[in-house]
């Protein structure tokens, strides 16, 4: 046995070896750079088969991906330049405060859907933050809710539809706003009527009036998004983009 062992071993340390030298620039190793794939493999049935996972519904996918390209110019030519200079002009103190005032904002939605949904531990929570972040936390500046335990929450009405059986139907991107369905398109809606219907802190009579507002928390929401078109790197992000905002949707009605 001890014959055997012994050739086994020095096999195992030169593998070990070369794997630590296949390394990528932040040191993990790559094992799989000297893969060589079949040449004579269909590339079309290749594609076709590792993309069958990601089957969404699209009926509209030609013009889907026209938005698609346009929103990725227009972030990469507008809206991150924009918030990089946001970013510079502002001290981080002050993009803090316009966040969590923006967010104290968006938990009137929160609540009101987290009723509709009967999430009583949630609409109990998302109560508790709009008393406190609106008093203690100056109007939302602070979020000293957080602190005390009671976390945000994100209900949005495509999520309260889901919650109530109605399919998500046909995938959408809509311009600047990214990845949707028509159901979360419709809820959007809802969610927007409903912010200015209930008219919290009076802010949709201020942003009627001071259109600089809603440009101010148009820029917040790109800055606190951490998404990147291109950032995956891959040819078939359109697909990924699509079936990862499929599946988290799922996960947020399912919670």
Same mark, same amino acid.
């Given at each position: 046995? @001890?014959?055997y /062992?012994?050739?086994?071993?020095?096999?195992? @340390?030169?593998?070990?070896?070369?794997?630590e030298?296949?390394?990528?620039?932040?040191?993990?190793?790559?094992?799989?750079?000297?893969?060589?794939?079949?040449?004579?493999?269909?590339?079309?049935?290749?594609?076709?088969?590792t993309?069958?996972? /990601?089957?969404?519904?699209? #009926?509209?996918?030609?013009?889907?991906?026209?938005?698609?390209?346009?929103?990725?110019?227009?972030?990469?030519?507008?809206?991150? #330049?924009?918030?990089?200079g946001?970013?510079? *002009?502002? #001290?981080?103190?002050?993009?803090?405060?316009?966040?969590?005032?923006? !967010?104290?904002? !968006?938990? *009137?939605?929160?609540?009101?859907?987290?009723?509709?949904?009967?999430?009583?531990?949630?609409?109990?929570q +998302?109560?508790?933050?709009?008393?406190?972040?609106t +008093?203690?936390?100056?109007?939302?500046?602070w979020?000293?809710?957080?602190r005390m335990?009671?976390?945000?929450q994100?209900?949005?009405?495509?999520?309260t539809?889901?919650?109530y !059986? *109605?399919?998500?139907?046909?995938?959408?991107?809509?311009?600047?706003? !990214? #990845?949707?369905?028509?159901?979360?398109?419709?809820?959007?809606?809802?969610?927007f @009527?409903?912010?200015?219907?209930i008219?919290? /802190?009076?802010? @949709?009579? %201020?942003?009627?009036?001071?259109?600089? %507002?809603?440009?101010?928390?148009?820029?917040?929401?790109?800055?606190?998004t951490?998404f990147?078109?291109?950032? +995956?790197?891959?040819?078939?992000?359109?697909?990924?983009?699509r079936?990862?905002?499929?599946?988290?949707r799922?996960?947020? %009605?399912?919670?």
């Open positions: 046995m @001890a014959k /062992l012994f050739p086994l071993a020095l096999l195992l @340390a030169a593998s070990l070896a070369q794997a030298t296949q390394t990528d620039p932040d040191g993990f190793t790559n094992p799989m750079q000297q893969l060589q794939f079949n040449p004579h493999l269909d590339q079309r049935e290749f594609e076709r088969s993309l069958s996972a /990601l089957h969404v519904y699209d #009926p509209w996918e030609s013009w889907n991906r026209r938005v698609y390209h346009f929103n990725y110019r227009f972030d990469e030519w507008v809206f991150l #330049p924009v918030v990089r946001y970013r510079y *002009v502002t #001290p981080g103190l002050v993009r803090t405060g316009v966040n969590n005032f923006f !967010g104290n904002l !968006g938990d *009137v939605p929160n609540l009101l859907n987290s009723l509709l949904q009967f999430k009583g531990k949630r609409s109990l +998302t109560t508790g933050r709009l008393l406190l972040n +008093t203690v936390g100056v109007a939302g500046l979020d000293p809710a957080t335990g009671l976390p945000k994100s209900e949005d009405f495509g999520q539809l889901g919650f !059986g *109605v399919p998500d139907g046909p995938y959408v991107m809509l311009p600047l706003l !990214g #990845p949707s369905n028509l159901r979360d398109t419709g809820g959007r809606v809802f969610d @009527a409903a912010e200015n219907q008219n919290y /802190l009076n802010m @949709a009579e %201020i942003s009627s009036d001071h259109p600089e %507002i809603t440009g101010l928390r148009v820029i917040d929401l790109r800055d606190s951490s990147r078109y291109g950032q +995956t790197n891959s040819p078939f992000e359109y697909e990924k983009v079936y990862v905002y499929r599946e988290a799922k996960l947020q %009605i399912a919670e």
